[in-house]
T-cell receptor, first 113, second 114 residues
Framework: NAGVTQTPKFRVLKTGQSMTLLCAQDMNHEYMYWYRQDPGMGLRLIHYSVGEGTTAKGEVPDGYNVSRLKKQNFLLGLESAAPSQTSVYFC????????????FGPGTRLTVL | GENVEQHPSTLSVQEGDSAVIKCTYSDSASNYFPWYKQELGKGPQLIIDIRSNVGEKKDQRIAVTLNKTAKHFSLHITETQPEDSAVYFCAAKKTNFGNEKLTFGTGTRLTIIP
């Protein structure tokens, strides 16, 4: 099993450009998450999904959209990138809704100029 | 909502010594406390977790203790080795509440000095 994979690994955008980050998991997990990680601020939840076709807002959803058209994929979109969105983005998945033990991908480093 | 504070933000210890990282949580209903290790350039990985019905859990050189009364829990690493160098995150969750998510601490960068 590959676990959780993320593409791309690195990306540089100009302010106002758009892009989509792809997360894929092969563990048949129902729950999927997008986090951003900034220095000194830990992991902050952007959006999450409790199953195919569902999405919900997390702690810092503004400026991002998500879609979960297939159970194994969770897409994070930036419609008009801003420098404040420069961060490392992590996707995670979980099978246990009680403990919510999460399995993380390797991350995407995004720089917005 | 839940608030998790983690200390220290950085920690350096000599190889072979012990390291302790502490977290406090605000919501007394939280009952699940995992710890994640993040190596450079990688995503966080679960290393140990504890539920509120036990006070301590060990797995080889790592252990976690929980004090429900004081609402704090700690990660203990004994006989530290260079491969223990990483960023460690604590987290807390209420497992009895379906919509609640994991709340993470801000992380501790642990450096093992050879």
């Amino acid at each position: 099993n590959a676990g959780v994979t993320q593409t791309p690994k690195f990306r540089v955008l100009k302010t106002g450009q758009s892009m989509t980050l792809l997360c894929a998991q092969d563990m048949n997990h129902e729950y999927m998450y997008w986090y951003r990680q900034d220095p000194g601020m830990g992991l902050r939840l952007i959006h999450y999904s409790v199953g195919e076709g569902t999405t919900a807002k997390g702690e810092v959803p503004d400026g991002y959209n998500v879609s979960r058209l297939k159970k194994q994929n969770f897409l994070l979109g930036l419609e008009s990138a801003a420098p404040s969105q420069t961060s490392v983005y992590f996707c995670a998945s979980s099978y246990d809704p009680a403990t919510d033990t999460q399995y993380f991908g390797p991350g995407t480093r995004l720089t917005v100029l | 909502g839940e608030n998790v504070e983690q200390h220290p933000s950085t920690l350096s210890v000599q190889e072979g010594d012990s390291a302790v990282i502490k977290c406090t949580y605000s919501d007394s209903a939280s009952n699940y406390f995992p710890w994640y290790k993040q190596e450079l350039g990688k995503g966080p990985q679960l290393i140990i977790d504890i539920r509120s019905n036990v006070g301590e859990k060990k797995d080889q050189r790592i252990a976690v203790t929980l004090n429900k009364t004081a609402k704090h829990f700690s990660l203990h690493i004994t006989e530290t080795q260079p491969e223990d160098s990483a960023v460690y995150f604590c987290a807390a969750k209420k497992t009895n509440f379906g919509n609640e998510k994991l709340t993470f601490g801000t992380g501790t960068r642990l450096t093992i000095i050879p």
